[in-house]
């Protein structure tokens, strides 16, 4: 059996599993604006979230138990429904989740409370359906960030066990399943946000200890020239937010200060070297995910009070 047809039975299976649970509530969904979608089958908080074949992948997270947990769930946008995917080898919460090449990657994050860094990275292929080890990050950290450049991982920032926040950058090569150093960040943070666009890697945000610690920095990795630049600060001070590239731009969202859990959403536009405010968050939270699903952009958990909260709110914005 190829690779390509195991990838289409899984999603077959996919599909069956949701068509037995019964046909999904219908929800009206607007021509334009943030709209509700099925919320998340356990709600919580530190959730890693990337698209893979049309479909959002929510790994990992906080429970409202303060439990870790190892559950993977799937999210198929047009059947507005979930159903359960492979769950990871080990819990972790407040890893990075991306998408590179038709596989889905855990990378760092936090096992159980008191948080205790890992350098854990796995990958999971869909054809598969099972994770499996890649090699670890050369530093165990959480509260980390991540995002696909040309075909490489960028991992960035995170909090280690001897230092709040940190400056460490690795680029992650699938063909050779090995990391290797970048320049360090400017400004060391952890619970930042970042994406990548037009071979340049944005690390957004974050915070360099508590929450009276929150940053607003933006600074940005050429991919080609390994050179860092600092660029005009999101409007938001905020930890603990998430953020995409959708129609261009790269969105943050959400987040947390000492003001509290927030609904902030902002734009920035590489070309115009500008934020711009956007459609604010139904529902305020940190600890979330987001992704693009085609021309949809979705926000995924998260809590919506201080500390340990969690939600399973689900929602979607059409532009």
């Known amino acids: 059996m190829t690779r390509s047809t195991a990838h289409r039975i899984f999603l077959l299976a996919l599909a069956a599993t949701a068509a037995a649970c019964g046909p999904p509530e219908t929800r009206p969904v607007p021509e334009a604006g943030w709209f509700q979608g099925a919320p998340l089958p356990v709600p919580r908080t530190g959730v890693g979230v990337a698209e893979l074949g049309g479909r959002l992948w929510a790994v990992g997270g906080l429970t409202a138990q303060g439990e870790t947990t190892p559950q993977v769930d799937v999210y198929d946008p047009t059947a507005d429904a979930w159903v359960m995917g492979p769950s990871l080898p080990v819990p972790i919460h407040h890893a990075a989740v991306v998408a ?98 037009d071979g340049v890697v944005y690390a957004i945000g974050g915070r360099i200890g508590g929450i009276s610690t929150v940053l607003s920095a933006v600074e940005a990795l050429d991919t080609r020239s390994l050179r860092w630049e600092t660029l005009p600060a999101v409007p938001t001070a905020r930890a603990g937010l998430a953020a995409a590239v959708h129609g261009g731009r790269i969105h943050a969202l959400g987040g947390e200060s000492p003001a509290g859990a927030l609904d902030a959403h902002e734009a920035y536009d590489p070309r115009a070297r500008r934020w711009f405010p956007q459609a604010a968050l139904p529902t305020p939270r940190h600890g979330l995910g987001v992704a693009r699903v085609g021309s949809r952009l979705f926000a995924v958990g998260g809590g919506s009070g201080p500390g340990l909260t969690v939600g399973g709110a689900v929602e979607g914005l059409l532009e």
């Open 100 to 197: 590179l090449e038709g596989r889905l990657y855990s990378i760092g994050g936090y096992r159980g409370v008191p948080f205790e860094p890992v350098a854990y990275v796995f990958v999971m292929d869909p054809a598969e359906g099972r994770w499996r080890p890649a090699e670890p990050l050369p530093r165990a950290r959480g509260g980390i960030a991540a995002a696909v450049s040309d075909g490489r991982i960028y991992a960035i920032g995170g909090a280690s066990e001897d230092e709040a926040a940190v400056r460490n950058v690795e680029r992650y090569d699938p063909d050779e399943d090995h990391w290797a150093p970048m320049p360090p960040l400017p400004t060391p943070r952890e619970r930042l946000a970042a994406a990548a666009f």
